[in-house]
């Protein structure tokens, strides 16, 4: 007697997004709490890896300065109106042409054709030497774009394109100390991205203006401008981002947390923004898991020691003095932690039970 032979039943795709809908009509999952990074997933999110991503996103931008090039030597940049008019639709092309998805070519191509829109309309407001209102039209444009073309690539770099030309207007046509106007929304909008809207749409806007923090507070040093209110703005997003730990009950290494935040006061006084941005940005990276941020911040953070070493109006002597210090206070501060984890002082709950036991089984 043979055995009947199972037809597969076809199913209609279920996306993560139904998924997750599911499961909270069913009472599985609260969606409305939005640090529950599962309640926000969606079938937005790019699983494209971070290394592909940066390299189709350096070669689109190559072939958008070819484009603008090229359009520029045609005459069509010579007025704003037929930039703004070219911008437009070759923006709405590479929409339509994003989602068709008809391969990869296409795909990639209306990526450099929608940065090369973007440019183009921002290009088409330019005014003498304003730049201003081409920094509004690089903003509204971005804004714009972000939600109907749904590539991670293209919303960091517009978002880091708009944030960019903002810097440079604030910075030429006002004053330098409008900058620190930016960094705190900089800080604020990045913070607000990573701990209440985790892998949502935003989040390509979250790196951009992480990344853009951090290279803003770069004129701090080597501008003439006063440096206590981006310090201050970073030492309270220090203590907040150490209030955010604890109330979210991660308790991983909690005496790192607070050595955290006496150095975002020590530093404070020594009015180093610069090292504390990239503090932060290290260790929210590390309570949300991004290796992305750490990355961001572990690049930084040399760039800033080096400039504050540097920048310090002392003799030798005491930059020396410093460094021994430095040195000595780490060594120390290892050897307490490596003392307190054998003592099994710390909340394991991130490790895997089998280390945890000892089991090697």
Known sequence: MSTPEIQPVAQDSLTIGDLLTKL?????LDLSQPGNSLAVLNDEVDSTPHVVQMLVGAGAWIACCCIVLGLAI????????????CGVAMSAAAVFLHRVRTGLFAENFSLAAALTGVVMFTVGFQSGHQFLLMAL?????????????????????????????LSVALADDVNLESLHVLILLETVGAGFIFTRLPQSMFRPLGYALAA????TLLVTFFDEMSVWPAALVQVCA???????ALSTGQKRVPLMLGLSAAAAGLLGLLSAPGILAAIG????????????????GVLFLPVYLVAFYYNLETSLLTKSGILIASGAVLWGARWYLRERIAA????????????ETGDAS
């Open 238 to 244: 220090q203590l907040w981002l150490l209030n955010f």
């Open 281 to 296: 940005v290290i260790v929210l990276g590390h309570l949300e898991r991004d290796i992305l941020l750490r990355s961001l």
């Open 212 to 215: 853009a923090m951090l290279g």
């Open 137 to 165: 039209a690089s903003v509204v444009a971005a804004a714009v774009m972000y939600v109907p073309f749904a590539s991670a690539t293209f919303r960091f770099l517009t978002a880091a394109f708009a944030i960019s030309m």
């Open 74 to 85: 045609v005459g069509i940049l010579e007025e704003g109106a037929s930039a703004v008019v």
């Open 24 to 28: 909270g009509a069913g009472g599985f």
């Open 344 to 355: 099994g002082l710390f909340d394991g709950g991130d490790l895997p039970e089998t280390i």
